[in-house]
């Protein structure tokens, strides 16, 4: 699933992914990644350094805001010139700088079903390249 909404995302995307610590946002990047070629073992959560840039035909940003208290403090390290740059953007923990994220961003929302159980709803703009994944919801258990 994350793969296959990473080839359907073009320049200029933004992907907002929400949902409990440990639920899979990371993973989900990782999926995003191989449709740009990234190997799953150079994308980490970028917890610690917020920003982490992985070059390629089409840059992909992986922000993280986990850390991020306050959305004055996302403004001060620049974080809206990277929301609208000419990449691809995937933001963890999107829903703390919600009025930062452009109102065509995807929202991927994940819901913890169990130990080994995720639900993943992505909701998606109308446009025809996201049809197979507007409101789309699937449940998944890592590894299985």
Do not use: N
């Not at 200029?12 to 990782?30: E, I, N, P, R, S």
């Not at 620049?78 to 929202?107: F, K, M, N």
């Not at 992505?122 to 409101?135: Q, S």
């Amino acid at each position: 699933m994350a793969r296959a909404l990473g080839e359907a995302l073009l320049p200029g995307d933004v992907v907002a992914l929400t949902g409990d610590l440990g639920a899979g946002k990371t993973l989900f990047c990782k999926g995003i990644g191989k449709a740009f070629g990234i190997p799953p073992d150079r994308i980490v959560s970028p917890t610690f350094t917020i920003v982490t840039e992985h070059a390629g035909p089409i840059p992909l940003t992986h922000i993280d805001v986990y850390r991020i208290e306050a959305v004055r403090e996302a403004e001060d390290i620049g974080i809206p010139e990277l929301l609208s740059g000419d990449g691809i953007c995937l933001v963890e923990w999107g829903e703390r700088i919600a009025e930062l994220l452009p109102t065509d961003c995807i929202q991927v929302k994940f819901t913890i079903l169990g130990d080994d159980r995720r639900e993943i709803a992505v909701i998606a703009p109308d446009h025809p390249r996201f049809h197979d994944f507007r409101v789309r919801s699937q449940r998944f258990q890592p590894g299985g």
